[in-house]
């Protein structure tokens, strides 16, 4: 079974209200607000049992608290990645001297143009990485990425995106076989051999959980999925992440855990 042993993190900024939104109508996050939940979550991570870097502020990039984009990190080797988004992509250099603590030159590997990818489009389910191919990550990208991943011994495989900003913002696996789908991912192919939990289409930001350690961290505000996790067995710990919903930031966005 997985262990992670570390997470990142990164402090949000005022800058945050001007994050990528699709949700104008759900308002501008607050900045006090974002602060309290974010303590919330680290708090929360800590209970799983991990150490917990967290990185300063970046104001100069509104949306650099979602640190799981800019890089995705495996059981064998970190990748910077080359986020897809304009206003993000610098994040890839803000990123890298944190990597850089934790791996040596041997262990790192890069995305690089033409290709892009934001970790929010991978999903790790062992040693088989589900990358989605949506506006933010291309095809090239996801060449890249599984070369990469094959020159480790791991692989990856390719699910293509209609609706949603990143793979994760739909389905995510929760260890044991479980995994939470919702929206287009509920009767994708890829995922038939696994234990669905189909979330409702008013839940849907729900299915944005992280299994940490055997717990599941389980956004605020949606009984349904917090349930269904629960009668999977699962102890569960509860954020609000609300203020980060309103600038299409979910859970898992928030830290890199490895
Ligand atoms: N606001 C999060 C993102 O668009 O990546």
Same mark, same amino acid.
């Given at each position: 079974?997985?262990?992670?042993?570390?997470?990142?993190? =990164?402090?949000? $900024?005022?800058?945050?209200?001007?994050?990528?939104?699709?949700?104008?109508?759900? $308002?501008?996050?607050? /900045?006090?607000?974002? +602060?309290?939940?974010?303590?919330? /979550?680290?708090?929360?991570?800590?209970? @799983?049992?991990?150490?917990?870097?967290?990185?300063?502020?970046?104001?100069?990039?509104?949306?650099? @608290?979602?640190?799981?984009?800019?890089?995705?990190?495996?059981?064998?080797?970190?990748?910077?990645?080359?986020?897809?988004? &304009?206003? =993000?992509?610098?994040?890839?250099?803000?990123?890298?001297?944190?990597?850089?603590? #934790?791996?040596?030159?041997?262990? +790192?590997?890069? +995305?690089?143009?033409?290709?892009?990818?934001?970790?929010?489009?991978?999903?790790?389910?062992?040693?088989?990485?589900?990358?989605? =191919?949506?506006?933010?990550?291309?095809?090239? &990208?996801?060449?890249? #990425?599984?070369?990469?991943?094959? &020159?480790?011994?791991?692989?990856?495989?390719?699910?293509?995106?209609?609706?949603?900003?990143?793979?994760?913002? $739909?389905?995510?696996?929760?260890?044991? &076989?479980?995994?939470?789908?919702?929206?287009?991912?509920?009767?994708?192919?890829? #995922?038939?051999? /696994?234990?669905?939990?189909?979330?409702?289409?008013?839940?849907?930001?729900?299915?944005?959980? +992280?299994?940490?350690?055997?717990?599941?961290?389980?956004?605020? =505000? /949606?009984?349904?999925?917090?349930?269904?996790?629960?009668?999977?067995?699962?102890?569960?710990?509860?954020?609000?992440?609300?203020?980060?919903?309103?600038?299409?930031?979910?859970?898992?966005?928030?830290?890199?855990? #490895?």
């Amino acid at each position: 079974m997985t262990k992670f042993s570390n997470v990142i993190v =990164r402090k949000p $900024g005022r800058s945050l209200a001007n994050g990528i939104t699709s949700a104008p109508e759900l $308002g501008q996050p607050i /900045y006090e607000r974002a +602060i309290e939940e974010h303590d919330d /979550y680290i708090a929360a991570l800590k209970q @799983c049992g991990v150490k917990v870097t967290e990185l300063p502020a970046l104001e100069e990039y509104p949306d650099s @608290c979602f640190v799981e984009d800019p890089a995705v990190i495996t059981r064998m080797g970190a990748i910077i990645t080359n986020p897809g988004a &304009g206003t =993000r992509n610098g994040e890839k250099t803000a990123i890298e001297p944190t990597i850089r603590e #934790f791996f040596d030159d041997e262990h +790192i590997r890069y +995305i690089e143009e033409p290709g892009t990818l934001e970790g929010g489009d991978v999903m790790m389910v062992g040693d088989h990485f589900y990358v989605g =191919r949506s506006a933010r990550t291309n095809e090239e &990208g996801i060449r890249q #990425f599984i070369e990469i991943l094959e &020159g480790w011994g791991l692989e990856g495989s390719e699910v293509t995106l209609e609706k949603v900003l990143h793979l994760k913002t $739909g389905v995510n696996y929760l260890e044991d &076989g479980n995994m939470l789908v919702s929206g287009e991912f509920i009767d994708k192919p890829d #995922f038939a051999d /696994y234990n669905k939990v189909v979330v409702p289409e008013e839940e849907a930001y729900g299915a944005n959980c +992280i299994w940490v350690n055997g717990t599941v961290i389980v956004p605020e =505000r /949606y009984p349904t999925v917090l349930a269904a996790v629960q009668k999977l067995g699962y102890p569960t710990l509860v954020v609000d992440t609300s203020e980060y919903r309103k600038v299409d930031g979910g859970l898992s966005c928030l830290s890199l855990r #490895f």
